[in-house]
Every structure is written in structure tokens, then in C-alpha cells.
């Protein structure tokens, strides 16, 4: 390969990398997503508001049967009371969330984790392979994870 093929080789790779950067969007969050947490798998739901921001609610949980009572589990550790009765495969974990385009991210919401009873602040990110990059931070602590699409 001559050093003009491998320079135009390289332009056009790098021009396509920047178009699939720019050609995201806010609603390609949007979609049906899997993921595991420890021994937990579940599945995500997230969908638009008609506010225009984003919710994401669990519809699926590969344990969502308690062996010791042969019911299904319940979100016990909810710091709202209210909401403690609520199906372990129908918890909403985030609402509210926007679409930060200058920094090319989903933010200013929170996300809550069933299994700790904890709600942090929440950032997410469009993978390349479109993926996502869920991230909880709180107090200076993060945990990321990948939420595969289906």
C-alpha cells in the first residue's frame, strides 16, 4: 500500500468515525436492554415521556421468584414506603432523565439500585456498538455497567 492509499484510507476512517459520533440522537437510548448485576440478570426498558425526557423501568428479572415463599419478590429496601409492594420486575429505577447534547450523554437524573435501596446520580452514555454505558455516582463512588440492547 503507497503512503497516498494509506492517507486516504486513514481520512475516510477517521470521517466516518466523526459522522457516527455526530449522527447520535436523544432518542437513542430509546429501546429494550439486558444486563446483570452480581448474580442479578434483568431487562431495561427505556422510553421517552412526553416531556421529552427519559424513563427506564426493569420488565424482567431472571429470579424474580422468592424459593422460600414461592412468590415474587418485592422491592423491600425502597426508601419510599409506597412503593415498597411494587414487583421486582416492574420497578421504575430512573425517570426524568434529558439528553445532554453538548457533552454527547444522557444526564441530570438518578437512578435507583433495588438491591441496596440506594438512589444515585446517573449518566449514560451511546456505546459504539449501540450498548450502553450506565454509570451511578454518589458522593465521589461510580459504578458502571453495560446495558446490551435486544
Known amino acids: 500500500m503507497t503512503r497516498l492509499s494509506k492517507f486516504i484510507s486513514t481520512t475516510v476512517a477517521v470521517f466516518a468515525a466523526a459522522f457516527s459520533l455526530c449522527a447520535q440522537s436523544a432518542d437513542d437510548i430509546l429501546g429494550n436492554f439486558t444486563s446483570k448485576k452480581e448474580n442479578d440478570e434483568y431487562k431495561v426498558r427505556v422510553t421517552k415521556n412526553a416531556s421529552g425526557t427519559y424513563k427506564g423501568q426493569i420488565y424482567w428479572v431472571k429470579n424474580s421468584i422468592d424459593p422460600a415463599t414461592g412468590k415474587k419478590i418485592l422491592d423491600a429496601k425502597n426508601p419510599d414506603k409506597s412503593l415498597r409492594n411494587t414487583p421486582c420486575d416492574q420497578i421504575v429505577i430512573f425517570n426524568g432523565l434529558k439528553y445532554n447534547a453538548s457533552k454527547r450523554q444522557w444526564d441530570g437524573g438518578k437512578i435507583y439500585d433495588p438491591q441496596r435501596g440506594l438512589v444515585v446520580n446517573l449518566t449514560i452514555r451511546k456505546l459504539?456498538?449501540?450498548?450502553?454505558?450506565?454509570?451511578?455516582?454518589?458522593?465521589?463512588?461510580s459504578e458502571t455497567f453495560t446495558w446490551n440492547r435486544l
Open 128 to 141: 459504539p456498538d449501540g450498548n450502553l454505558s450506565v454509570k451511578g455516582s454518589l458522593m465521589g463512588i
